[in-house]
């Protein structure tokens, strides 16, 4: 089993920014590759970054791509999203994700889901 708390969310004005933060507790982190899903009111729930078990990859979704920057410290078992220009289509629910199988965007392929955190952007 692994835990995943995300933390950071809040409101912010267009053009500024946020960091996530998603900890873990439980099994072995570095063995997961570790995914950041959000899902937008009347909306179904939507990839936006992943990085493998060592950093090493990363892929984005296009609509946050040059904006958005994932990272991860696995000798403090969290994974962060940093996220810049922020516009308010990107007002969502924010989920980390852990998934055993590597590095996807497959929302199917994540074991492991945190509660969320509200990010709000407004105009």
């Known amino acids: 089993q692994v835990q995943l708390v995300e933390s950071g969310g809040g409101l912010v004005q267009a053009g500024g920014s946020l960091r996530l933060s998603c900890a873990a507790s439980?099994?072995?982190?570095?063995?997961?590759?570790m995914g950041w899903f959000r899902q937008a009111p009347g909306k179904e729930r939507e990839f936006v970054a992943a990085?493998?078990?060592?950093?090493?990859?990363?892929y984005y979704a296009d609509s946050v791509k040059g904006r958005f920057t994932i990272s991860r410290d696995n000798a403090k078992n969290t994974v962060d999203l940093q996220m810049n220009s922020l516009k308010p289509e990107d007002t969502a629910v924010y989920y980390c994700?852990?998934?055993?199988?590597?590095?996807?965007?497959?929302?199917?392929?994540?074991?492991?889901w945190g509660q969320g955190t509200q990010v709000t952007v407004s105009s």
């Open positions: 994700a852990a998934s055993s199988r590597g590095l996807t965007a497959r929302e199917r392929a994540y074991d492991y």
């Open positions: 439980g099994r072995s982190f570095s063995g997961y590759a």
């Open positions: 990085i493998n078990w060592s950093g090493g990859n990363k």
